[in-house]
């Protein structure tokens, strides 16, 4: 099986054409190939595939085997994929996600793609379509214990549930420690991706983010959008003014618009490619457990 290598920000995941190869059980693959240790390394898979809705669909499975719903970094990456490589000659295209249509729009350089601006449709608040246990009309800054603190969170979903939190110093924050404590919190019935946000100022803003199903990771695209929608609904900052945001792996640019419709920009680049033996996927598989 052919791959390659990608990241948008340090957001990394193995990418297989699967124009050209056919990916069995995708669960039990993205297990194996994304340990760090015996396999190539990644926060997971994404597979680049045909659609009848749009110009090309993406299908992508966390590092423990479990199907994510969207994610912005990798969405940038395919935007990149699929141009460099000529898949196609347009720069304005459609991907098909399980959370529905996304329009990317892309900037090239020398007959490469340098940056993708990514449509990420409009910022889903109703707690129960998040999904939040709770019978309030937003989730906004509600305060949570976890692991014996209070914590202001506030709940937005982007095709993916988030739980953003504004507080100081987020450097010395032990994720390792308390990420799974919010991921598995019994607020969230589906586990829940969780940002803990720095703000600098009006425009600017520092996060890190615990990845349900991956742990921490150096960037999430769903989860910086989420991170400013949160930011204005807060009275951080505002709508229609685009907001930087710094994260381990890099920046993104974000708008959250008053008609609710949420814009990330930022870079895709890739790394390398390779092929994995048949009977390496073969043989591991048949040793991969999946969390469900």
Partial sequence: MKFSKMHGIGNDYIYVNC??????????????????HKGIGSDGLVLIMPSDKADFRMRIFNADGSEAMMCGNAARCIGKYVYDMHMTEKTDITLETNSGI?????????????????????????????????????????????????????????????????????????????GPHFEEHELFPARVNTEFAEVIDSHTLSMRVWERGSGETFACGTGTC??????????????????????RGGDLRITYRSDGTVMMTGEAEYVFSGEVSDEFLNEKKECAVCRS
Avoid at 231 to 242: H, K
Wanted: charged share 25%.
């Fill in 19 to 36: 124009f050209e190869e056919n990916v069995s059980e995708p669960e039990k693959v993205s297990v194996v190939l994304s340990d760090r």
């Fill in 102 to 178: 996304k329009h990317l729009k892309l900037f090239t350089e020398n007959g490469k793609v340098s940056l993708v601006q990514v449509d990420m449709g409009k910022a889903i608040l109703v707690p129960e379509d998040i999904p939040v246990r709770s019978t309030l009309d937003r989730f906004i800054s509600q305060p949570v214990e976890v692991c014996g603190k209070t914590w202001n969170i506030t709940c937005v979903s982007m095709g993916n549930p988030h739980a953003v939190i504004f507080t100081e110093d987020i450097g010395s924050l032990d994720l390792e420690k308390i």
């Fill in 226 to 247: 989420a991170t400013v929608v949160a930011a204005v609904l807060n009275g951080i900052c505002s709508y229609d003014e685009e907001v930087l945001v710094h994260l």
